[in-house]
Nanobody
Framework: QVHVVESGGGLVQPGGSLRLSCAASGSVFRLSAMGWHRQAPGQQRELVALILSSGTTNYADSVKGRFTISGDNANRTVYLQMNSLKPEDTAVYYC?????????WGQGTQVTVSS
């Protein structure tokens, strides 16, 4: 069984920064990618950033230049550094761990950007 836990969300003013962390424990075999998704109220869940086991990264256009994803394959951890936050970044952020066969989601962490 795989357990995925996010942390680091909270309330921040526009222009501020937050760092999200995610750790996966349990039987994670053949890790292929780790990523962050988000879902705002009334919206569909969307991909924010992805890092492959090779180190290749991919970002949603809306966060390019502001967010940075990094990961540690050996420790099954992934981070999302979020800078220059905007009110439209407000959402529940979910971590997703993908192996060759399965995808595992965390419970989500709330990020609120407001003055």
């Amino acid at each position: 069984q795989v357990h995925v836990v996010e942390s680091g969300g909270g309330l921040v003013q526009p222009g501020g920064s937050l760092r999200l962390s995610c750790a996966a424990s349990g039987s994670v075999f053949r890790l292929s990618a780790m990523g962050w998704h988000r879902q705002a109220p009334g919206q569909q869940r969307e991909l924010v950033a992805l890092i492959l086991s090779s180190g290749t990264t991919n970002y949603a256009d809306s966060v390019k230049g502001r967010f940075t994803i990094s990961g540690d394959n050996a420790n099954r951890t992934v981070y999302l550094q979020m800078n220059s936050l905007k009110p439209e970044d407000t959402a529940v952020y979910y971590c997703r761990i993908t192996t060759g066969r399965y995808a595992y989601w965390g419970q989500g962490t709330q990020v609120t950007v407001s003055s």
